[in-house]
T-cell receptor, first 113, second 116 residues
Framework: DSGVTQTPKHLITATGQRVTLRCSPR?????VYWYQQSLDQGLQFLIQ???????AKGNILERFSAQQFPDLHSELNLSSLELGDSALYFC????????????FGPGTRLTVL | AQSVTQPDIHITVSEGASLELRCNYS??????LFWYVQSPGQGLQLLLK??????LVQGIKGFEAEFKRSQSSFNLRKPSVHWSDAAEYFC??????????????FGTGTRLTIIP
């Protein structure tokens, strides 16, 4: 158990819908990262938050957004969902950043029908 | 920008045999290097990491990896594999102290199959 929790574990929805994925980092970790794992793209970095502020952006679609709240949990919002958004979404956390070890949650498997 | 290559998509090893999974990275300075393991339907578990110092690092479950700067490699090894080692293995590179570039860049993974 990494100490990072993600809910829900599975999510099935339809095209065009909007969903919210939630992540709680390890106690004391200030940085939260979101990654997407799909068969065709592999593991790709989406976005990083540090202590409530956006720190870095990767290959994140404009239909996707995220935020980190004062209690440091984070949410990833996916809207206007397409079939191709079906993937495993991981959250990771680290103490600060700068190459600190990132600990991964169990992931949320999103299926868009 | 950093990148990682895992040249072997799938490796099959007999139980009890030795294992070496290859990883090559590209980064302008000394990177942080990681190996993660993902069992089917599971998240990513950290096996070991290299930040600096001794180039041979020990990890959990009897794994070790060696950082070779001259070859830009960070290969993962285990002297004797167990059936429970069957999983997908990911090598990743991080950029130390590079504000705004703190993501991990992953290789495409190597799937390990263990045969009796």
């Amino acid at each position: 158990d990494s100490g990072v929790t993600q809910t829900p574990k599975h999510l099935i929805t339809a095209t065009g819908q909007r969903v919210t994925l939630r992540c709680s980092p390890r106690s004391g970790d200030l940085s939260v990262y979101w990654y997407q794992q799909s068969l065709d793209q592999g593991l790709q970095f989406l976005i990083q938050y540090y202590n409530g502020e956006e720190r870095a952006k990767g290959n994140i679609l404009e239909r996707f957004s995220a935020q980190q709240f004062p209690d440091l949990h984070s949410e990833l919002n996916l809207s206007s969902l397409e079939l191709g958004d079906s993937a495993l979404y991981f959250c990771a956390s680290s103490v600060v950043g700068g190459g600190d070890t990132q600990y991964f949650g169990p992931g949320t498997r999103l299926t868009v029908l | 920008a950093q990148s990682v290559t895992q040249p072997d998509i799938h490796i099959t090893v007999s139980e009890g045999a030795s294992l070496e999974l290859r990883c090559n990275y590209s980064y302008g300075a000394t990177p942080y290097l990681f190996w993660y393991v993902q069992s089917p339907g599971q998240g990513l578990q950290l096996l070991l990491k290299y930040f600096s110092g001794d180039t041979l690092v020990q990890g959990i479950k009897g794994f070790e990896a060696e950082f070779k700067r001259s070859q830009s490699s960070f290969n993962l090894r285990k002297p004797s594999v167990h059936w429970s080692d069957a999983a997908e293995y990911f090598c990743a590179v991080g950029a130390p102290g590079d504000f705004g570039n703190e993501k991990l860049t992953f290789g495409t993974g190597t799937r390990l199959t263990i045969i009796p």
